[in-house]
């Protein structure tokens, strides 16, 4: 005969593997057999492992900006973006003349440094393609320019947005077919928890079946049952 194991981690995460016996076999739960299962005759509980999705991380454009007075220095600070596609700086007026240069820190590859275009009302315009990555936060600075006009430095890149594969919810089993039967288990799960019950070497008896349901989705696992 082939032995049947229960596997999963304790809350400190060391790994287990727990004997359940010959009978024991695993009904799944995910996302392709819904939001309930049913085990319609009676059965024993051995216990489940269940876990939730991870958090997925994506990138989406974002602008940045700032304006800036007369003769100022200013500095623009790109707060988590994760690279830079272009930098424009607009003057309200000509540029005075002379060498008057922008710096820009923690894109990839080091610091750049950039001659605003003098004697002119021309933007200074850098574009990076591909966009570059960044290495921490990106500051993008303008000296204070004697006889300088107004101007405004903006930016265009990515920002990281996370949305989860699986949302929190509640995992829960019933005795009896549905949800109206004695509640025997409650579980809460956020984002990427996971939960792994051994009910002992009798589990529980329910005489009337099993119902188990869920309220999230991406969960994946398995109740462990003797018929």
Avoid at 30 to 55: E, F, H, R, Y
Avoid at 94 to 122: M, R
């Amino acid at each position: 005969m082939t032995e049947m194991y229960l596997e999963g981690r304790t809350a400190d995460g060391v790994a287990v593997e727990v004997l359940l016996g010959v009978a024991a076999r695993p009904i799944a739960i995910n996302d392709a057999n819904g939001q309930g299962v049913i085990v319609p005759t009676s059965a024993t509980l051995m216990g489940w492992n269940i876990a939730l999705g991870q958090k997925a991380t994506t990138s989406v454009g974002q602008e940045d900006s700032a304006a800036f007075a007369a003769a100022a220095a200013g500095n623009l600070t790109l707060t988590n973006f994760t690279s830079v596609a272009s930098i424009r700086v607009d003057p309200a007026g000509a540029w005075p003349a002379g060498v008057n240069q922008v710096t820009v820190t923690n894109l990839q590859g080091g610091a750049q440094v950039y001659d605003l275009p003098a004697g002119t009302a021309q933007p200074l315009v850098i574009a990076f393609n591909p966009p570059l990555g960044v290495i921490g936060l990106v500051v993008i600075s303008v000296p204070a320019i004697v006889g300088g006009p107004a101007y405004t430095i903006s930016a265009e890149g990515t920002v990281p947005v996370s949305g989860a594969i699986g949302q929190g919810g509640q995992f829960r089993i019933f005795s009896g077919n549905g949800p109206t039967g004695l509640m025997v288990a409650h579980v809460n799960l956020a984002t990427g928890d996971y939960d792994t019950q051994w009910l002992g070497p009798t589990g529980i008896r329910m005489r009337r079946g099993i119902y188990v349901e869920w309220t999230m989705t991406h969960l994946d696992g398995a109740i462990w049952i003797v018929d």
